[in-house]
């Protein structure tokens, strides 16, 4: 497992930590130290549109590089975050950390594609949570349309009635939103129709399994043509085949993320991968093969 997460990571974490309140406060005492110390950075996974081949946008993913042990997934601390109520200010610097960088890339001259920010349900339980991303985006310049949040079906379901509020507080900023994990949760279709998103992500476990379960097939099928029928974009996570990709091209799937076009990248890596991207999308657009 470790193994598939990349060089230099090192999977520390033991399921018995969660029963050890030892364990726990310890964890939480260095990701006070941690967030106290900028030891988080982000990783971004490109997000590509299937027809074009264009890098339409960016999922931020965050990673904690702790000294001692080195890079840690978001698997292993973002729930003990949410606990000891760090997930607040963690969150906060997530966000205003993937606009500026998003910024940045634009101001640089390259390509401009969107950056999506996973929100915690906890986040997104404040209610003042659209008066931050209002100011996160006029302190660092981006513009809201390159600002998408993702939001988990499960999260959004929690309190259905609340999150078409919120969702509304936060559209009319004029940022994208999308439901994550599509597919995992208990969507009522009433509420679907009514929550102001613009994109549902079909969750990975789906999308793994095109080519080996009729019964994934035929509930990613779904999704996508759900999507299409509410007027949403739809976009598959976990992309790792042509065959799979092949599938959702078939059915006229949006976009796509995944290993199969890229892992999820260090900063560094993303303005090469935007420029290469552009333009070999150019080059297909003028009808020149690759
Ligand atoms: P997610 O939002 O569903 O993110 C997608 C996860 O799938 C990422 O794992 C990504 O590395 C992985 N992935 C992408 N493509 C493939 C593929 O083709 N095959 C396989 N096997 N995996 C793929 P990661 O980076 O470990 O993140 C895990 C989860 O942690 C995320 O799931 C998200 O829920 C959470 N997370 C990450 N960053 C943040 C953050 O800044 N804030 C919050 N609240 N949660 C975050
Ligand atoms: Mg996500
Ligand atoms: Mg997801
Ligand atoms: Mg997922």
């Known amino acids: 497992r470790a193994k598939d997460m990349g060089r230099n990571t090192f999977q520390f974490y033991q399921p018995e930590m969660n029963t050890s309140v030892g364990a726990r406060l310890n964890l939480e005492r260095r990701l006070r130290r941690a967030l106290r110390d ?39 601390f973002i729930p003990v975050a949410e606990e000891s109520g760090l997930i607040g200010p963690l969150s906060e610097w997530v966000l205003r950390e993937a606009c500026r960088q998003n910024k940045a890339w634009q101001d640089e001259g390259l390509p401009p594609a969107r950056v999506s920010v996973n929100l915690s349900a906890r986040q997104f339980q404040q209610r003042d949570i659209a008066k931050l991303v209002m100011a996160i985006l006029e302190e660092t310049g981006l513009e809201p349309q390159y600002l998408e949040l993702e939001l988990t079906e499960s999260t959004i379901m929690r309190n259905a009635e609340e999150a078409v509020t919120m969702l509304a507080e936060l559209h009319a900023l004029g940022i994208g939103l999308a439901i994550d994990d599509f597919g995992t949760g208990y969507s009522s279709l009433s509420y679907l129709k009514r929550f102001p998103v613009d994109r549902l992500k079909i969750d990975r476990s789906f999308v793994s399994d095109i080519g080996a379960s009729s019964d994934d097939e035929t509930i990613t099928s779904a999704i996508i043509a759900l999507a299409h029928s509410l007027q949403l974009q739809v976009i598959a996570e976990g992309v790792e085949t042509a065959a799979q990709l092949d599938f959702l091209k078939e059915r006229a799937c949006n976009e796509m993320q995944g290993y199969f076009f890229a892992r999820p990248m260090p900063h560094d890596a993303i303005p090469e991968m935007l420029q290469q991207a552009g333009a070999l999308s150019a080059r297909a657009a003028a009808g020149v093969p690759a």
């Open 38 to 76: 900028g030891e988080f950075l982000l990783h971004y996974q490109p997000q590509v549109d299937i027809e074009t081949g264009q890098i339409v946008g960016m999922e931020a993913l965050v990673r904690w590089l702790d000294p001692e042990v080195g890079l840690v997934p978001p698997s292993a």
